[in-house]
């Protein structure tokens, strides 16, 4: 199945606008010491490694969204 180039570039935006919404959850998640996971959160104090385990979560699917955005706006092919 081919996609033009425009719905490439529509879905990169999409997802590079998605990226300062995960970072501003991380940013705010470390003042706090709590993350969001669905409609509950998870403390640092009450369960350090369930938060470590969700932080390294949240900082892996900013840079997939980065990459993925960054691809498919420019175009580079990449396979994952």
């Known amino acids: 199945m081919t996609t033009f180039r425009s719905e ?7 997802a590079f606008a998605t990226v300062p919404w995960i ?6 998640g470390r003042r706090d ?13 009450e369960r350090p490694g369930a938060y470590r385990s969700l932080l390294l979560f949240y ?6 969204m980065l990459f993925v955005s960054i691809d498919l706006m420019l175009g580079l ?3 994952l």
């Open 33 to 45: 010491q709590r993350l969001p996971i669905g409609r509950a959160y998870i403390r640092q104090d």
């Open 8 to 14: 490439d570039m529509l879905v990169g935006l999409i």
């Open 23 to 28: 970072i501003s959850l991380l940013v705010r």
């Open 77 to 79: 092919g990449a396979r």
């Open 59 to 64: 900082i892996a699917c900013a840079a997939l």
